[in-house]
């Protein structure tokens, strides 16, 4: 029987997905100064082979249509840690990073050229202090937590993109960084920060894979989450190395930290978010999240 981890044809629910998503995406409005700032997320991207789950496609793209077509996208992904803080290189389609292993040799082929992003770059490089500049990496292009959610949210890549390290494993630095990010929004820019909300991979069953069974991890780990969350306790949620569930649910902080940039841009942290998305995958909580 095939599954989204055994596809008859690899990103093959992405291919039957696109069809009807491109169309849609050539047509999504583009934001204007009349839209006010933009929202920052908080997403759950997950490996390649989410573009063989439909539903979670199909979620992503419904939310992101709920959201005018910005001007360009700032990402922030679990998948690059390094400090000093840095940039992936700004020239149109620079190849991506296929920062996976074990997977079927389609996922390696796919790719995501974007439109040049210097403008972009010099945005960002404005707003930092020079305590903390960011460094322009030369070379280094979206890693699969950018650019597989992107590929859904954007399919025709004609957003500017940029992606930006994490420098820190200090959630009161990481909320400082998303607020010296937050006047982006004003102009157009989407701020994402790309984790998931519980990520025990060595912790999974086979349960946990095929039966849609929820690890009591997982599950006592969102629910504190979800409960801080709804009530703007940026406090507890930064005390996250104590909640319940860890540290199973995040045997790295890696995942994690993402949420703070997000919360950090928001015109108030302390209030609450606008949870979009819920649920599991593979027993991991895809809770997902809007700020204003």
């Not at 009807?20 to 700032?37: F, I, L, Y």
């Not at 539903?55 to 700032?74: D, F, G, R, Y």
């Not at 972009?120 to 500049?133: F, G, N, R």
């Not at 009530?231 to 005390?239: C, H, K, M």
């Amino acid at each position: 029987m095939h599954s989204i981890f055994d596809p008859l044809v690899p990103a093959g629910a992405y291919d039957e997905f696109v069809k009807s998503a491109g169309p849609a995406s050539a047509d999504h409005r583009a934001w204007t100064e009349d839209d006010g700032p933009l929202p920052a997320l908080f997403i759950g991207h997950g490996a390649p082979p989410l573009l063989d789950d439909p539903e979670w496609m199909i979620q992503l793209a419904a939310w992101t249509h709920q959201l005018p077509k910005p001007k360009s996208v700032l990402i922030v992904s679990a998948h690059w840690e390094a400090a000093p803080l840095m940039l992936s290189a700004p020239a149109a389609g620079t190849p991506l990073v296929y920062d996976f292993a074990g997977f079927q040799p389609r996922y390696y082929t796919l790719t995501y050229p974007t439109p040049d992003a210097s403008a972009l770059a010099a945005q960002v490089h404005k707003l930092m202090a020079d305590t903390q500049p960011a460094h322009q990496h030369p070379s280094r292009g979206l890693d699969h937590g950018a650019w597989v959610p992107l590929k859904v949210m954007y399919p025709l890549a004609d957003v500017p993109v940029l992606q930006l390290s994490i420098p820190t494993q200090n959630p009161a630095r990481l909320l400082s960084l998303g607020e010296r990010l937050r006047p982006l929004r004003e102009s157009g820019v989407l701020i994402i920060g790309s984790g998931f909300l519980t990520h025990g991979l060595p912790f999974l069953t086979r349960d946990d894979f095929t039966a849609g069974h929820v690890p009591c991890w997982s599950a006592d780990f969102d629910l504190w989450a979800a409960d801080a969350l709804e009530r703007g306790d940026v406090e507890t949620l930064a005390r996250f190395r104590k909640a319940p569930g860890m540290p199973y649910a995040h045997p790295t902080a890696d995942h994690f930290l993402p949420l703070f940039v997000t919360l950090g841009a928001a015109e108030d942290p302390g209030k609450p978010v606008d949870t979009v998305i819920d649920g599991y995958w593979m027993g991991l909580a895809k809770r997902s999240f809007k700020v204003s």
